[in-house]
């Protein structure tokens, strides 16, 4: 019913900018996402996420002033990666689900995922 697609990744060199696209398809008006990241050896890290209508945000200590999530009105939701440093290096995804939760930094609560986009940042 749901399908995600992220894009965007790539190599970029630390202190350098990058923008992920999280494309939904199926029957989707409004979701709740969440950006998540891992590296290898390394479990799910919460980045940030974004509330139904795109009026509350929330992003991981390790990330803020750095990265800004956002969305449209249609069907993408976007993060926007600034200051980048090598330990940002990872596979990053995105996630949904229907309704809000409190517990947005807890994998499990997201029914859907995209399979990931690699970014890696250089030294």
């Known amino acids: 019913q749901v399908q995600l697609v992220e894009s965007g990744g790539g190599l970029v060199k630390a202190g350098g900018s990058l923008s992920l696209s999280c494309l939904a398809s199926?029957?989707?008006?409004?979701?709740?996402v969440g950006w998540f990241r891992q590296a290898p050896g390394k479990e799910r890290e919460f980045v940030a996420a974004?509330?139904?209508?795109?009026?509350?945000t929330f992003s991981a200590d390790s990330v803020q002033g750095r990265f800004t999530i956002s969305r449209d009105y249609a069907k993408t939701v976007y993060l926007h990666m600034n200051s980048l440093k090598p330990e940002d290096t990872a596979v990053y995804y995105c996630?949904?689900?229907?309704?809000?939760?409190?517990?947005?930094?807890?994998?499990?609560?997201?029914?859907?995922w995209g399979q990931g986009t690699q970014v890696t940042v250089s030294s």
């Open positions: 199926g029957t989707v008006n409004s979701y709740a």
């Open positions: 996630a949904a689900r229907p309704t809000e939760t409190i517990f947005y930094k807890i994998p499990d609560q997201y029914d859907y």
């Open positions: 974004i509330s139904r209508r795109g009026d509350s």
